[in-house]
């Protein structure tokens, strides 16, 4: 593990046998079992602290961040990344500095073009839950109805880009699979670079938790 930078309750650091990935994890949780969530970056951007703010604020309240990219990286990521994520963690899991990770509670997120990408995740079998921050279905656009896992939606209100397209997910779910859907008036841009994430590193938290 090597440590970039910290903030109060959480830091983030890579890892040399996971690479093209970065990790945020909690500072104060070795004596707390871990579940983690993987996050995919707005635009699927390989800059994996572009959203550091936010991702520090959730990874703080107790869970493994794995985002997909590195620090300032400047290439494209694809859902493949979370998929070698899971493969990645569910080996680590309970062993040296993973000893407290919980690789049974697994969900998939991500931001935008990110949020795409979590989407992916939805039919692993590993994957337990899916968070959507203002993103939505791009091509298979009724592929919501086949939703067996849970979805909590996050969105930016009507002027937000992707506002539509996650309505219409949340719709389409299917009745009796549990579904959440929050809008704050902010836009496609969010608060993810806000101090501790803003008002989604808040709404974040609460999900976390």
């Given at each position: 593990?090597?440590?970039?930078?910290?903030?109060?309750?959480?830091?983030?650091?890579?890892?040399?046998?996971?690479?093209?990935?970065?990790?945020?994890?909690?500072?104060?949780?070795?004596?707390?079992?871990?579940?983690?969530?993987?996050?995919?970056?707005?635009?699927?951007?390989?800059?994996?602290?572009?959203?550091?703010?936010?991702?520090?604020?959730?990874?703080?309240?107790?869970?493994?961040?794995?985002?997909?990219?590195?620090p300032?990286?400047?290439?494209?990521?694809?859902?493949?990344?979370?998929?070698?994520?899971?493969?990645?963690?569910?080996?680590?899991?309970?062993?040296?500095?993973?000893?407290n990770?919980?690789?049974?509670?697994?969900?998939?997120?991500?931001?935008?073009?990110?949020?795409?990408?979590?989407?992916?995740?939805?039919?692993?079998?590993?994957?337990?839950?899916?968070?959507?921050?203002?993103?939505?279905?791009?091509?298979n656009?009724?592929?919501?109805?086949?939703?067996?896992?849970p979805?909590?939606?996050?969105?930016?209100?009507?002027?937000?880009?992707?506002?539509?397209?996650?309505?219409?997910?949340?719709?389409?779910?299917?009745?009796?699979?549990?579904?959440?859907?929050?809008?704050?008036?902010?836009?496609?841009?969010?608060?993810?670079?806000?101090?501790?994430?803003?008002?989604?590193?808040?709404?974040?938290?609460?999900?976390?938790?």
């Amino acid at each position: 593990m090597l440590p970039l930078f910290s903030i109060s309750n959480s830091f983030l650091f890579l890892d040399s046998s996971l690479s093209g990935h970065t990790l945020y994890m909690p500072s104060n949780a070795t004596n707390t079992k871990l579940p983690v969530m993987l996050w995919g970056n707005g635009g699927c951007s390989a800059d994996a602290i572009g959203q550091a703010p936010f991702l520090q604020q959730l990874a703080s309240y107790g869970v493994l961040i794995i985002a997909s990219g590195t620090p300032k990286g400047t290439s494209q990521t694809t859902s493949k990344l979370m998929t070698q994520s899971i493969d990645w963690i569910t080996q680590q899991a309970g062993k040296g500095s993973y000893a407290n990770v919980d690789a049974s509670r697994i969900v998939a997120a991500g931001w935008s073009c990110g949020g795409v990408e979590a989407y992916d995740m939805i039919w692993d079998s590993r994957v337990s839950g899916i968070g959507i921050w203002s993103s939505g279905l791009l091509t298979n656009q009724t592929a919501a109805k086949e939703f067996r896992k849970p979805v909590f939606f996050f969105l930016g209100g009507s002027n937000d880009i992707a506002y539509v397209n996650g309505e219409r997910d949340y719709t389409n779910m299917p009745a009796g699979v549990p579904k959440w859907k929050g809008n704050l008036l902010v836009g496609h841009g969010g608060s993810y670079t806000q101090v501790n994430g803003g008002k989604f590193g808040i709404i974040g938290a609460k999900w976390v938790k």
